[in-house]
Structures are given as C-alpha cells and as structure tokens.
C-alpha cells in the first residue's frame, strides 16, 4: 500500500454522530490523509462524533467537517461509507444517504463501504446486482436488495458502471484500504 500518492485526491466519508465503528472511521481517514488525500467527513450534525469500538465501548471523538445537509457530493472522487451497526442504522434513514449514494453510483464513482456501512447502499438501491461482502448479519438484507453477498475480506464489483469495494470487519482494513488506494491512484486526476 506504500508508493502510491493520493494528492489532489478528494474522499467523502458519511457518517452520524453516534455509533461509527472507530477504526473504519479514523483508521481508512488517517491512512488516506497520510496518503495525501483530502478526506471531509460529513455527520447529521457539526456536533463531535462519538465512535464506539465493538458497537459498545466509548472510542475516539472525530470532528466532523461538514453536515450531510451540507455536502456537494460531485466534488469527491470515493465515498466511503464506515459501519458500526447503530451508525448504520441511522445513517440510512437520513434523508440526505440516498442522494449521495445515487450521486456516485448514477455518475460511474467508486462507493467503499464496509462491515455495516453496506445498510446505506440497500436502503439506496445501490446493490441490486452486485457481488459483494459485508458484515455477516447483512446477508439477507443484501439478497433482498438484489445483491449477491460472498464471504471474502474484501470484493471490488465494477458492474454497472460504477465500482463498489466492501469488506466484512474493521480485521479486513489492510485489504480493504489496499483496494481503495489502488480506485484513488488509479482514478483520472
């Protein structure tokens, strides 16, 4: 994963302000950032975002850079989508999650989602014949929704004329974060 520079590459991540698993939050945004990356994270509100580690314990308190309400989704290259299964849940009842998902999904722009983050792209139709992995819990919402779920530690779909990359657990994020350097260094400036 070293080598590749990510200067002038845009990343948006959504999240709410409770709930983001910490690591698929603050792990992907540091690397990213280190990488040369700009990374805005947008919550439901400019309040601090309380992670959690393990859906339960008290984790790292992020500052959000903007709102969902807020976010301009064409100017970004990936969204990045962190679970946490409280996170999740809420996040896909935003108002706001389906319009940006579908901003990147209906203009050919890589969505990278991981354990339960995948909850934002079934509640935006976004999975609907796509090959990917989640958190095991999410099989059936996934086949429900069109999608066909594998077991794998991180699956690149690139059907349909955007690219979706998942993974399972915050365990898989050395695959996961290699596939999406590889989207952003790869993607045209």
């Given at each position: 994963?070293?080598?590749?520079?990510?200067?002038?590459r845009r990343v948006l991540a959504i999240v709410t302000?409770?709930?983001?698993?910490?690591?698929?939050?603050?792990?992907?945004?540091?690397?990213?950032?280190?990488?040369?990356?700009?990374?805005?994270?947008a919550a439901v509100s400019d309040e601090p975002i309380?992670?959690?580690?393990?859906?339960?314990?008290?984790?790292?308190?992020?500052?959000?850079?903007l709102t969902l309400s807020e976010v301009d989704p064409?100017?970004?290259?990936?969204?990045?989508?962190?679970?946490?299964?409280?996170?999740?849940?809420?996040?896909?009842?935003?108002?706001?999650?389906?319009?940006?998902?579908?901003?990147?999904?209906?203009?050919?722009?890589?969505?990278?989602?991981?354990?339960?983050?995948?909850?934002?792209?079934?509640?935006?139709?976004?999975?609907?014949?796509?090959?990917?992995?989640?958190?095991?819990?999410?099989?059936?919402?996934?086949?429900?929704?069109?999608?066909?779920?594998?077991?794998?530690?991180?699956?690149?779909?690139?059907?349909?004329?955007?690219?979706?990359?998942?993974?399972?657990?915050?365990?898989?994020?050395?695959?996961?974060?290699?596939?999406?350097?590889?989207?952003?260094?790869?993607?045209?400036?």
């Amino acid at each position: 994963m070293t080598g590749q520079d990510l200067s002038g590459r845009r990343v948006l991540a959504i999240v709410t302000n409770y709930g983001v698993e910490q690591d698929e939050l603050v792990v992907p945004v540091r690397h990213l950032r280190d990488a040369g990356a700009t990374v805005d994270i947008a919550a439901v509100s400019d309040e601090p975002i309380r992670t959690l580690v393990g859906d339960k314990d008290p984790g790292e308190t992020v500052r959000p850079s903007l709102t969902l309400s807020e976010v301009d989704p064409a100017g970004y290259e990936l969204l990045l989508v962190p679970g946490g299964t409280l996170n999740a849940d809420t996040l896909r009842l935003q108002d706001a999650t389906p319009a940006i998902v579908r901003s990147f999904t209906t203009t050919g722009r890589p969505v990278a989602a991981i354990c339960h983050g995948l909850w934002a792209l079934v509640e935006s139709d976004a999975v609907r014949e796509k090959t990917l992995t989640s958190y095991a819990s999410l099989q059936t919402d996934i086949r429900n929704a069109g999608g066909t779920w594998v077991d794998e530690p991180v699956v690149r779909d690139d059907a349909g004329g955007w690219t979706l990359i998942t993974s399972r657990t915050p365990d898989d994020l050395d695959a996961f974060l290699g596939e999406v350097r590889k989207e952003l260094a790869s993607a045209e400036a």
